[in-house]
């Protein structure tokens, strides 16, 4: 089993910058690929960015291309999702995603463990 623990969210200005961090616990020797998710009320849960195992390679949802940067630190266990140039519509609650899996992720049915997630609010 893996453990997945989001931190780092909160409030923030319209404009404004804010990194979120996903600590993994368990069988870390998983080498699967990690992604964010976020849902806002009411909508159904969206990709965000993803990170393969070596962090060679990631992927974005077109929203947040050239705003948001994913990282791993996998000595750490953790990966990073930093967010930059915020917008009233990426309010949410972000969750981050681990597969086992080497290949990267775009669906939610793709990942098999999930943390409880970190609310992001943006105030414009």
């Given at each position: 089993q893996?453990?997945?623990?989001?931190s780092g969210g909160g409030l923030v200005q319209a404009g404004g910058s804010?990194?979120?961090s996903c600590a993994a616990s368990g069988r870390t020797s998983i080498n699967g690929?990690?992604?964010?998710?976020?849902?806002?009320p009411g909508k159904e849960r969206e990709f965000v960015a993803a990170i393969n195992w070596s962090g060679g390679s990631t992927d974005y949802a077109d929203s947040?291309?050239?705003?948001?940067t994913i990282s791993r630190d996998n000595a750490r266990s953790t990966v990073y999702l930093q967010m930059s140039n915020l917008?009233?519509?990426d309010t949410a609650v972000y969750y981050c995603?681990?597969?086992t899996g080497l290949a990267l992720g775009v669906t939610p049915r793709q990942y098999e463990y999930w943390g409880q997630g970190t609310q992001v609010t943006?105030?414009?």
């Open positions: 893996v453990q997945l623990v989001e804010l990194r979120v690929a990690v992604g964010w998710f976020r849902q806002a947040v291309k050239g705003r948001f917008k009233d519509e995603a681990k597969r943006v105030s414009s």
